[in-house]
């Protein structure tokens, strides 16, 4: 089998709007510091922080647009900004493997962010789930996931535009 890869789906116009309002809110954030009378070690060691951050959102933003889901016959390798993931096949639970919509399955609803970042319209990493259990998330829209649990005691809660198509090349 050739090495199968399934786009994550594009960030919705809500979480555009958080990044942007994120990235121009720390730009701002930086041009005052920078204006600030304060002690040099104090002011550089503050604007290195912020550049920090502010390079940091800006590539997530860059690179949620090219997150990718590679399926092959022997592994499943999830590559998203700041985390890749890969799982054996025989890790996964394929027959388990569902679409779900969090409006209609309230318990799968990410509850508390353990790492990685929560945006309106944008989850990414690992959060605890509002049932129980715990995920890795790449969510930007709540209708159209698809769940994959694992036997290492997780599930991976994915936007998937071909869901349908990703579920039936994983439980082949």
Known sequence: MTPQIFELAPLAQTSILSFIILLLGLS?????????Q???VTKFASLGLLLTM???FSWVFYQSSH????????????????YKVQLSRADLLSAEARVVDLRQEGHLTP????????????????FNLQGKGRAFLA????????LVPTIKGYSLLLTV?????????LQK
């Open 28 to 36: 701002g954030l930086l041009f005052i510091l920078w204006l600030k």
């Open 38 to 40: 304060m002690p040099i």
């Open 54 to 56: 502010l390079g940091g």
């Open 67 to 82: 997150a990718q889901l590679v399926l092959t016959d022997t592994e499943l390798t999830l590559d998203v900004p700041f």
């Open 111 to 126: 509850r508390f962010k353990t790492n990685g970042i929560g945006m309106p319209g944008f989850q990414l990493g690992w």
């Open 139 to 146: 969510i930007t829209d709540q209708s159209q996931l698809v």
């Open 161 to 169: 535009p071909q869901g349908i198509e990703f579920l039936a090349q």
